[in-house]
């Protein structure tokens, strides 16, 4: 009689344990599952990968006056908006269809160069102008 209690709680307690380790390895093996998605997701794209170029002004127009960038890897261009200022900050890049005005708390362009050669960016007036290299 107290065996058979004895018993019964120790059964209890083991698939009590079992079930929690199953939940357990349930969860974490979605989560798993999700990242290795993200993973292929992003990889389709551009393998994760991004380039970043800091622009700036430098003798009245922007610097680098020249942005090289690499072929179809997503690209953020951060403007310095302490030095691109007035109508430098209305930023036109027509040919990857970016026109933008940059401001302190929305200073980044982002854009998936997406063709090879140089293109021009300019300010909207073109007043202030440079090219974009993409290879
Ligand atoms: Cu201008």
């Keep these: 009689m107290q065996l058979g209690k004895l018993l019964g709680i120790i059964g209890i307690i083991l698939i009590s344990v079992f079930l929690l380790v199953a939940i357990r390895n349930y969860f974490s093996n979605s989560q798993i599952t999700n990242n290795i998605v993200k993973e292929v997701d992003a990889g389709a794209k551009n393998n994760g990968e991004e380039q970043i170029v800091d622009l700036s002004v430098k003798n009245y127009n922007y610097y680098p ?5 690499k072929y179809n890897v997503p690209a953020k261009i951060v403007v310095d908006t302490n030095k691109v200022r007035g109508c430098l900050q ?31 960016f300019s300010c909207s007036m073109g007043m202030g102008f440079g090219k974009i290299v993409v290879s």
């Design 65 to 69: 006056n020249t942005i090289n960038l």
């Design 90 to 120: 209305s930023i036109v890049i027509p040919d990857f269809g970016v026109r933008k005005f940059v401001t302190a708390k929305d200073n980044i362009i982002s854009f998936v160069p997406d063709k090879k050669g140089t293109f021009s």
